[in-house]
């Protein structure tokens, strides 16, 4: 077909009346390179069904079709409808991941590079059985210093293939604690590599990289499958990673009819391996692309769309555009400041109250948040008000092992018959295990047992070795007795204790101890032990749904990576602070602090009609005490014919 010029053979389909202009634009320009850039709520599946139709209907055989998406759902969902719209079947086209399709081509012709067609892929659990088996083969679990645990060396493995990085510079940005051990990581990695390639095995990393390989290397294979796949359409594009960039290249040697699809203002898995260059480098990569960018949305009223086109605005490098609805009217987007964080909870709480007696459905409603501990007090809050919630993204706050090892050694203190939270804290200490706990546990139950008596039961145990390791817990307990101490100050002193061992039994020790650094804050606020004890022991989270008595009806706390193609009415962004969102951690690199822009532009995208940003103007960290925090750089400078500034202190 000419570019651009459908042939005039009657189809099934108005195109022309079903889409707006840029999308129609995007679905009949069938030759050459193609970038659509699809802002937020703008239809980006819609076009991409609506093209697999016109291809099919135009003459274009099924099977010269590729189609890549991040799911295989994702691809089987547009394929089904492109089919329903043309009622005919598209089982010929190819559609689904990257690595599904690198799959199918290394079981056939993976023996020029030397696999047999029945090679063992390996899952995760796999790849950390085979890690084991490797790292005792080389006997490093001997090596001085912490060595990271299977799953975790399993991570930093397909780290180093997705994000293209040499192991130092990986370990050096993602997990410092492990710096020492590069030398013995190295050796293992080397290992594991020779170890496969000998054994006829692949993991899922593998299949990219033998995928390219197979494409680079035999010129007659890419050829083939070049002319093969005619036409190919690529979903996410801001999502894939280098290997996968260069694959797509490699399959459009003879033609370079590639439609990408994506947003660049939505790249926000970079710790995935996306590389935002990706798309930003699509035209260089294939000369004489056509940009076509999705800017009616129809998902958000235009109030929201002003605020989020000023976000996006001031990123340093962007396809520039312009989101803009038929939904003109709606109310304007609030900023909140909240006195501390526990009344930034309560505002959150206040609002929902609010939003439903003007009728909208809890389950219509979302709390985003950078980091998944952002949300631990308003869990408490939310609980404490009987309001049912489901979270995503992270740990629910109370279901986490870090959160509870802690609080165990409080509860001993309050209640020195608490069996549960004593078996817990005894299993920590180095050479007790469940036979030494359990005997101690049977004194539980005497009549008047007290701290007292568990500290002087502990200490009248035999043996040196299980003496001086009870001993610091020992120590610990007898201070957590004095009842003058403020429940900030006693989960301090518990912290110091666990820290170390929180550093033995968990490889992200550096996350979880950000999580119970922020427990700190929540902790500050009270001032009885057995109040702030009572608050966390509520009904748990997973049950709270029973509170009401419509089905499903629930609020959304997500993370906002978690919440990325979603939407809801009502959204609040809570802990919109400097140094919470943007992360400290990203100031240091400018890529990064561009990253936590997008992640602000997503998260204000998924509301419908309601707005809310929100922020505690006074917080408490370990380190620093009580802090004072400035709004978000990403929204405190915007006009304020976008954003209504109000500070406003909860009713409760």
């Not at 590389?275 to 056509?290: A, H, V």
């Amino acid at each position: 077909m000419p570019q651009g010029s459908p042939e005039s053979k009657r189809t099934h389909i108005d195109y022309q009346h079903e889409l707006n202009p840029a999308q129609y634009e995007a679905v009949t320009l069938t030759e050459g390179p193609v970038l659509v850039i699809a802002g937020a709520g703008s239809g980006k599946t819609r076009t991409l069904v609506y093209r697999l139709a016109y291809l099919v209907e135009h003459g274009i055989p099924p099977w010269n079709i590729l189609l890549l998406t991040f799911t295989r759902k994702a691809s089987q969902e547009m394929l089904h409808r492109a089919s329903q719209l043309i009622n005919r079947p598209l089982h010929q086209v190819s559609g689904g991941t990257f690595h599904a399709v690198c799959h199918g081509w290394l079981r056939r012709y993976g023996a020029r590079i030397g696999y047999d067609c029945g090679f063992t892929l390996l899952d995760r659990h796999d790849q950390g059985d085979l890690v084991r088996l490797l790292r005792d083969r080389l006997e490093l679990k001997v090596s001085p210093g912490q060595f990271p645990r299977r799953q975790t060396i399993v991570e930093i493995f397909g780290a180093l293939v997705n994000k293209n990085l040499d192991l130092e510079t990986l370990l050096t940005r993602e997990h410092p604690q492990f710096l020492t051990q590069a030398p013995a990581l190295t050796a293992l990695n080397r290992l594991y590599q020779r170890h496969k390639r000998e054994h006829q095995l692949l993991d899922y990393d593998d299949l990219l990289l033998e995928g390219r390989r197979l494409l680079t290397e035999h010129e007659d294979l890419r050829l083939s499958l070049s002319e093969g796949y005619r036409y190919i359409m690529v979903d996410e594009y801001q999502d894939t990673n280098r290997l996968q960039a260069e694959i797509v290249k490699l399959l459009a040697f003879t033609h370079d009819n590639v439609m990408a699809v994506g947003d660049d203002s939505q790249s926000i898995y970079s710790f995935r391996g996306a590389n935002f260059r990706n798309i930003m480098d699509f035209p260089s990569l294939f000369p004489g692309t056509r940009i076509i960018k999705l800017e009616e949305n129809y998902r958000s009223t235009q109030p929201i769309l002003d605020l989020t086109n000023t976000i996006i605005a001031q990123a340093s490098e962007k396809y520039t555009k312009c989101l803009f609805t038929q939904k003109k009217q709606g109310p304007k987007p609030v900023l909140l400041e909240a006195g501390g964080e526990n009344e930034q909870s309560q505002l959150v709480c206040q609002s929902l109250a609010e939003l439903r007696k003007q009728g909208t459905s809890l389950r219509q409603m979302a709390v985003l948040f950078r980091s998944a501990y952002h949300s631990f007090d308003l869990e408490i809050e939310l609980l404490r008000q009987q309001i049912p919630f489901m979270k995503f993204g992270g740990f629910k706050f109370m279901e986490s092992a870090h959160i509870k090892d802690l609080l165990a050694h409080l509860r001993v203190a309050a209640n020195p018959r608490d069996s549960l939270s004593w078996n817990r804290l005894l299993q920590l200490v180095p050479g007790i295990g469940k036979k030494s706990a359990q005997k101690f546990l049977t004194q539980l139950p005497q009549e008047g047992f007290s701290l007292q008596g568990a500290l002087q039961w502990l200490t009248s145990q035999k043996g040196a070795r299980a003496k001086a390791a009870l001993q610091p817990l020992i120590e610990l307990l007898e201070q957590l007795q004095s009842p003058d101490l403020a429940p900030a100050t006693r989960l301090n002193m518990a912290l110091s204790y666990y820290e170390p061992i929180l550093k033995t039994h968990f490889d992200d020790y550096p996350k979880r101890l950000r999580d119970l650094e922020h427990l700190l804050t929540i902790t500050a606020r009270y001032g009885s032990l057995g109040d702030f004890l009572n608050d966390l022991t509520l009904e748990p989270p997973a049950s709270m749904a029973e509170i009401t008595a419509e089905p499903g009806e629930y609020l959304t706390l997500s993370t906002i990576h978690s919440a990325k193609g979603l939407e809801w009415d009502a959204v609040f962004i809570i802990w919109a602070a400097e140094g919470r969102f943007p992360s400290v951690y990203s100031q240091e690199r400018e890529a990064e602090l561009e990253e936590e822009r997008r992640l602000m532009y997503v998260a204000a995208t998924r509301a419908r009609r309601y707005l809310y940003v929100m922020y505690p103007k006074v917080s408490y960290t370990k380190y620093l005490g009580t802090t004072f925090n400035a709004a978000s750089r990403f929204v405190r400078d915007l006009p304020r014919s976008l954003l209504e500034p109000l500070k406003v202190e909860p009713r409760w």
